[in-house]
Each structure stands twice: as C-alpha cells, then as structure tokens.
C-alpha cells in the first residue's frame, strides 16, 4: 500500500490532520473529477437528451453493481438510496408491524437507528427494549444480554455493526445465529452499516441479515447524498416502500387502476437521481476497492491499536473503545479529565488543525482513523492530547 501516492490524491492531507471519517471522508481528486465530469457532460449536451440520459442509466447500474460486489451481494438486491438513514427508514416503515411486536437495540446507538425504532411504538404499539451497553462491552455480555431479552414476540433486532460512539464492532454473526429458527421463525435482523462499508471487510452471504444499509460519504470517500440499501433476495416482498413513484408499479398506462411491484428493489425509486453523484459513489468504491478493503482493515486496526496504547499512557485521559482487536474498529474515543469533549475537540482543531468530533452518549472525543492516515500522525494526535491536559 503506498500511503504516500494515496495522501496525494487526498488534498485534505496535505492541509490538515484529518481524523473524522466515520462523520464524512476526504473525497479523493479523481472522485472529485468523476462528479465534475458527470455535471459538465449535463451542462453542455443536456441532462435530458437521450445520450446523457441513458450514460446516467448506466452510471446508476454500474453503481449498483460496485456495492454489490463490495458486500458480496447480487444486484438485484441493492438499491441506491440518498444515505445511510434513507435506506433504514425503507426498511423501518416498510416492515407491516403489530401492537406488541418487539425491536431490541442498544443504548450506544445513533439517532438514526433509536428514533425510528420508536416510532414505530408511537405508531403501532411496538415494544423496543434498549440494552444498557458499555461503550467495551465484552462480546459474551452483548450475547448474553441479547439472548435475555428475545421473547416470542420479538421481530427485530436492530444495531449498528460499528458503534458510532465508541468503534466497539458487535458480534454481528453470532447474534444471527441466536436469532434464526425461534419458535418457528427468524428474528430480522436490520444493520446500520454507517461505520464499516470502505473500512472492514464486508460480505452478505457470510453475514446473512435480512437488512443492510450503508452511506457513500463516510468510509468510502465518496459524495454526501448517496448511499445504497441491501435487502436479502427472500425479503424484498415483505418491505413495502412508504415512499412511492412510478417504479413502485407495473406501468401499464392505466390512470384508474395501478398493479404494485413487489418482488423488485426498483419499488423504492423515486421519479429522479443524481447521476452525477452516482458517478462519485461508483469511483470511490474503485479507489478503495483498488486498495483493497482487507488490507485498509488491518491497517486501520494498527493504526487504531497504537492510538489507543499512546492515549491510555496520558495521564488525566480515558479511553472508552474497545481494547481487543476482535471488537475494534478505525473509531478511537477517549475522554480527558475535566475537559469537554466539545472544548477538547476544538483545542485540537485551533492549535494543531487535527479534525475531530464529539460524541454526546458516552461523553468522549471521537478520532476516526482510516488507511491514509500515518503513524506521524497518530503520534501528533498523542502528544497534542498530551497537552490538553
């Protein structure tokens, strides 16, 4: 991996420090150019003549196919979406819930994940039981606590696969093993994918959740107002989209009567999309992906590995994610005694422009380090903490 060539086409490293990738990612210059490229062709020949319309029809498959093979799924069960939280509303409303069903989560999840688990309760009597969890949880505890509250009457559980708050990845495959054949039926299980897609090696097949949504912006490197849904070819059928279009139907051209699509990721378009940004999703998985998404994970594990054993040697400052490698990710929190967390992270940005960000639940500093990040600047990060305290 030459981090040097790959900080090149990054023109925010050569300005700054720039840790907050699991927020939004330095996009790469040719990710840039494929998006500038996509507007000009529109500017000059039209975004609806029929040249320009069918390469933003092709840009749009094309994507579809690049997040497919990125998580090792089939096309047809991929659909573009505008971000992470676009395609877990899908999934969400989509779901034809019971008074009494029951979602369990967690207490370390992003409102993205906790405000439409509730909503459902104010809509249609759902129960969702929150796990009190530890920013480190042990695997075997979150197992355990799981396994505690699955009734008969849950049908979903709902997590991030990578906490935003403290990196801490969850012991996703054991979870769905828990879940399969209770009494008589699966639990679903719908992953917020925001904090991995780009970062750790994914594959459906190898997971098998029903549900998996991710954005285009963070670890991808990619445009903001993007992202893509997976939903397992067996459960197309049974989400119905809350949003509908043309695509949601058989179009037969008859204004009094309409036949729905059910079996087709295409019921969630809407009537338009930016191919322009599409064309930038699409480059940003081949810059990763040219990397290599196994290589990027084990560098981000070094990186994050060094970070958390510097900061643990700073007097006044806790590190909250997790220590062991198996449930780590390129998130790193900590917390600094009798600091903030907002003062801290804007100390760090006004004297050595190091770009972080604060987490509100567990009150923390939040680096998010991915593979064109350097060992210098891990040791930067540690020494600037240093000096907060």
């Not at 877990?88 to 992003?110: K, P, R």
Request: proline content about 5%.
């Amino acid at each position: 991996m030459d981090i040097q060539n790959i900080r090149q086409q990054i023109p925010v490293c050569q300005r700054m420090t720039y840790v907050n990738t699991g927020m939004s990612g330095p996009s790469p210059t040719p990710v840039v150019d494929a998006i500038k490229k996509r507007l000009d062709h529109e500017l000059f020949e039209g975004a609806a003549s029929p040249d320009v319309r069918a390469e933003g029809l092709e840009i749009r498959d094309q994507a579809k196919q690049a997040v497919a093979k990125l998580l090792n799924a089939s096309p047809e069960e991929i659909c573009l979406t505008k971000n992470t939280t676009d395609g877990l509303n899908h999934v969400m409303n989509g779901i034809t819930w019971q008074d009494g069903d029951e979602i369990v989560t967690c207490s370390l999840e992003h409102g993205s994940v906790l405000v439409p688990s509730h909503f459902q309760g104010l809509r249609h009597g759902v129960n969702v039981k929150v796990l009190t969890l530890e920013p480190d949880e042990p695997r075997d505890s979150i197992l355990e606590k799981i396994q505690a509250a699955l009734t008969e009457r849950t049908r979903l559980v709902f997590l991030s696969h990578v906490e935003y708050s403290s990196g801490l990845r969850m012991p996703v495959k054991e979870i769905r093993q828990m879940i399969q054949n209770r009494g008589g039926r699966d639990v679903m299980l719908l992953l917020d994918g925001a904090q991995t897609a780009g970062h750790i090696a994914l594959d459906m097949k190898d997971l098998d959740c029903e549900f998996y949504s991710i954005p285009g912006q963070k670890w991808l490197l990619g445009p903001e107002g993007v992202g893509a849904l997976y939903i397992r070819e067996d459960m197309i059928s049974q989400v119905q989209p809350h949003h509908v279009a043309g695509r949601a139907t058989v179009s037969n051209h008859d204004p009094y009567r309409i036949e729905p699509i059910t079996g087709s990721m295409d019921k969630f378009l809407m009537t338009s999309t930016s191919a322009a940004l599409q064309a930038g999703m699409l480059e940003a998985i081949n810059f990763v992906q040219g990397v290599g998404v196994d290589e990027i994970e084990s560098r981000v594990l070094d990186l994050a590995s060094s970070l958390k054993q510097g900061l643990a040697e700073v007097r006044g400052v806790t590190v909250i994610s997790p220590l062991d490698r198996e449930s780590s990710s390129g998130l790193v929190s900590f917390s600094v005694d009798g600091l903030e967390p907002t003062e801290a992270v804007s100390r760090l940005w006004e004297r050595d422009r190091i770009v972080c960000r604060q987490v509100a639940f567990p009150a923390c500093v939040r680096v998010s380090l991915h593979f064109f990040n350097t060992e210098e600047e891990v040791n930067q990060i540690v020494d600037s903490v240093g000096n907060l305290t």
